[in-house]
């Protein structure tokens, strides 16, 4: 059974840094994409961040650029969100998402294969 855990999340100031993990397991992701979109109370799903299988290709939302960075971890169904400069428009609920599509296509569209739980991200300002 396929299963995707987050872990990291939490209440931070405005300024401070997060970062969030993901586990992928009880499935084969070679070739999968992983990544992250997030949900704010009231508001529709958007992308966030999302890294190729081999880690050399990563892809961000603007609204994040230069303040989050994603990583792959050494085991390839792991990955990384690195959250600085945190403002409390980044207060939602993230979610790591797993699929093979190419994760420069991603966007709020995006049918995604599989999804965690969610892990929720509070920036008190």
């Known amino acids: 059974q396929v299963q995707v855990v987050e872990s990291g999340g939490g209440l931070v100031q405005a300024g401070g840094s997060l970062r969030l993990s993901c586990a992928a397991s009880g499935g084969t992701f070679t070739r999968y994409h992983m990544g992250w979109f997030r949900q704010a109370p009231g508001k529709e799903r958007e992308f966030v961040a999302a890294i190729s299988w081999s880690g050399d290709n990563t892809y961000y939302a603007d609204s994040v650029k230069a303040r989050f960075t994603i990583s792959r971890g050494n085991a390839k169904n792991t990955v990384h969100l690195q959250m600085n400069s945190l403002k409390p428009e980044d207060t939602a609920v993230y979610y790591c998402?797993?699929?093979?599509?190419?994760?420069?296509?991603?966007?709020?569209?995006?049918?995604?294969?599989?999804w965690g739980q969610g892990t929720p991200v509070t920036v008190s300002s």
């Open positions: 998402a797993v699929d093979q599509k190419d994760g420069s296509s991603w966007s709020a569209r995006t049918y995604i294969e599989i």
